[in-house]
């Protein structure tokens, strides 16, 4: 049967924006992996854990609507 996409360039297309999430915020990698040390599957909270990506996205400060990585 025919998903009617390409399996296979869908693939592609999601390991590119995990890659361009993982280069464009390494400091939040960084954390990840601290994070792991201190917490069970490096989050508070297991549901956190099916986000999509590598790692979660660590704010250092947030004001009207403004969120800084």
């Given amino acids: 049967m025919d998903p009617g ?4 360039r ?3 297309l999601h390991r590119r924006e995990r890659d361009d999430f ?3 915020h390494p400091h939040s990698a960084s954390l990840a992996v601290a994070a792991g040390r201190h917490l069970v599957a490096g989050v508070p909270m297991a ?3 099916r ?3 590598d ?3 660590f704010v ?3 004001a ?3 969120v800084r990585d």
Wanted: hydrophobic fraction near 45%; charged fraction near 25%; charge should be neutral.
């Fill in 55 to 57: 790692f979660p996205l």
């Fill in 64 to 66: 009207q609507g403004m």
């Fill in 22 to 24: 993982r280069d464009r």
């Fill in 5 to 8: 996409y390409d399996p296979a």
């Fill in 10 to 12: 869908l693939a592609g």
């Fill in 51 to 53: 986000w999509p990506g």
């Fill in 47 to 49: 549901w956190m854990r």
């Fill in 60 to 62: 250092a400060d947030a």
